[in-house]
């Protein structure tokens, strides 16, 4: 059972380079999301799915688009990518919506640098 | 924006000791979660605990809720090195949509 599987790793892009990054559950989960991870920020919502077919903005979606492909897969893609843009990206999953008190299963991350 | 203030930022201790993270958040809460992130790794929940509950235990860990004071503590009692980690409070609520509002994190260290 791999959980979340994210790729890729590692990347570096050249500014205004674009690239999607791919996440995938093998939970049979409802909910998907994409978080940056930043030094001294935590963790900041960009985009999440609470259901197939569905996508909502987060925090900081500003730079980012995203493709909830079918139940399993969520997409996030860089169109024109900027060093700001430089950070970790974490794909994660859960069961049920929000207000029920979900437990959310994290992918091991992707390590973008925009130069 | 974010909900949750870990405090403190950074902890060390040595093994045995117990460690103490406290969570501080805004708004009201449907629950407060909270998850443990090793060096490089994806983040890992650790406990759950629902607005109604004042206490819950899980092993080694105690996480307490105050809603009245919009606060919450983890504590890891007899720490091991192996619990050195970053350690993330986040609510969900009302005002969050679907998704969980992470803190900063707190780092902890345990040295043997």
């Known amino acids: ?115 | 924006s974010q909900q949750g203030e870990e405090d403190p930022q950074a902890l060390s201790i040595q093994e045995g000791e117990n460690a103490t993270m406290n969570c501080s958040y805004k708004t009201s809460i449907n629950n407060l979660q909270w998850y443990r992130q090793n060096s490089g790794r994806g983040l890992v929940h650790l406990i759950l605990i629902r607005s109604n509950e004042r206490e819950k235990h899980s092993g080694r860990l105690r996480v307490t809720l105050d809603t009245s004071k919009k606060s919450s503590s983890l504590l890891i009692t007899a720490s091991r090195a192996a619990d050195t980690a970053s350690y993330f409070c986040a609510t969900e609520s009302p005002y969050s949509g679907y998704a969980l509002n992470f803190g900063k994190g707190t780092s902890l260290l345990v040295t043997p």
């Not at chain 1, 050249?14 to 999607?20: E, F, L, P, R």
């Not at chain 1, 900041?44 to 079918?70: C, F, H, M, Q, W």
């Not at chain 1, 430089?86 to 069961?95: D, G, L, Q, R």
């Open chain 1, 1 to 115: 059972n791999a959980g979340v599987t994210q790729t890729p790793k590692f990347q570096v892009l050249k500014t205004g380079q674009s690239m999607t990054l791919q996440c995938a559950q093998d939970m049979n989960h409802n909910s998907m999301y994409w978080y940056r991870q930043d030094p001294g920020m935590g963790l900041r919502l960009i985009y999440y799915s609470a259901s197939e077919g569905t996508t909502d903005k987060g925090e900081v979606p500003n730079g980012y688009n995203v493709s909830r492909l079918n139940k399993r897969e969520f997409s996030l893609r860089l169109e024109s990518a900027a060093p700001s843009q430089t950070s970790v990206y974490f794909c994660a999953s859960s069961e049920g919506t929000g207000g029920t008190g979900n437990t959310i299963y994290f992918g091991e991350g992707s390590w973008l640098t925009v130069v």
